[in-house]
């Protein structure tokens, strides 16, 4: 789920003790696991209350709490979001999906105090059911994270991070909705520093050993503009068409970045 923006006066990047940084790794790998069980999920026929419901349960029989439930009100455990829906769809009964369709899956989990949080985006029927434009679209999204995780190394900068998203969805000439974006994880879901998905290299706050952030890329097919629907939670593309959402928790060290929802 996206950082909402915050109206606090400058930002307080809280750094992780190695005692906060293990109990996090867990509730990651809880996010991670709920995150591929939603994913195996997705097939035509099958409503996003189900995959909703099994994610719960998930969860929760890991001791562990849907992050997002109840957060700000969002009334799911995950967000499901299907094509031109960007992030923040609601779980619901009649909400079925068709072969073809591109799904996006955010989920978080909380485990002893600490947050998890992590998205992908899903062929529903398999890549073969899918169009070339939506699968183009998708592995570009899933790219630009990867470049932007090479850029998590401590003394580089959130606008690195920014950066290497922006250069690799505009390059492929995709659009990035500019009211959304990645923020720092912990005892908190949404802490700062704000990592927005475009930006100039070289600015915003350092990379520290010891901050975890979640770092999510969000792609428009055809247009940077978005619209919240009449449910006052699903954003959508402007022009009604494709989007893409990754995302995963990573934690900055002195050496390689460690991506702590990546299941090894
Ligand atoms: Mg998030």
Not at 46 to 64: D, M, Y
Request: proline fraction near 5%; hydrophobic fraction near 35%.
């Amino acid at each position: 789920m996206y950082g909402f923006p915050r109206r606090s006066s400058g930002t307080k990047i809280i750094i992780k003790t190695p005692r906060e940084i293990t109990i996090m790794r867990k509730s990651a790998e809880i996010s991670a696991l709920a995150l591929k069980h939603a994913g195996e999920m997705v097939k035509p026929g099958v409503t996003t209350w189900e995959i909703n419901r099994a994610i719960g349960e998930f969860i929760k029989n890991r001791g562990a709490k849907a992050s997002f439930r109840g957060l700000y009100g969002f009334p799911g455990n995950a967000c499901i979001s299907i094509n031109d829906e960007l992030i923040h769809g609601i779980p619901a009964r009649k909400r079925t999906l068709c072969k073809g369709d591109i799904v996006s899956i955010d989920v978080g989990a909380n485990k002893d105090g600490y947050h998890g949080d992590n998205a992908m985006t899903f062929y529903c029927g398999g890549e073969e059911a899918c169009s070339k434009e939506a699968i183009k679209l998708v592995r570009t999204c899933e790219q630009s994270l990867q470049n932007a995780i090479v850029q998590c190394v401590s003394g580089n900068r959130v606008g690195d991070i920014s950066n290497a998203i922006q250069q690799t969805l505009e390059g492929a000439g995709y659009f990035i909705p500019e009211d959304y974006f990645g923020h720092g994880v912990g005892r908190d879901l949404h802490e700062d520093p704000n990592v927005s998905n475009f930006g100039k290299p070289g600015r915003g706050p350092r990379l520290t050993p010891g901050m975890t952030i979640a770092i999510e890329p969000m792609v428009c097919e055809s247009t940077k503009k978005t619209k919240v629907m009449r449910d006052k939670w699903t954003v959508v593309e402007g022009n009604g068409n494709l989007t893409a959402h990754f995302e995963h928790t990573i934690l900055i060290t002195k050496d390689e970045p460690l991506v702590m929802t990546k299941l090894v």
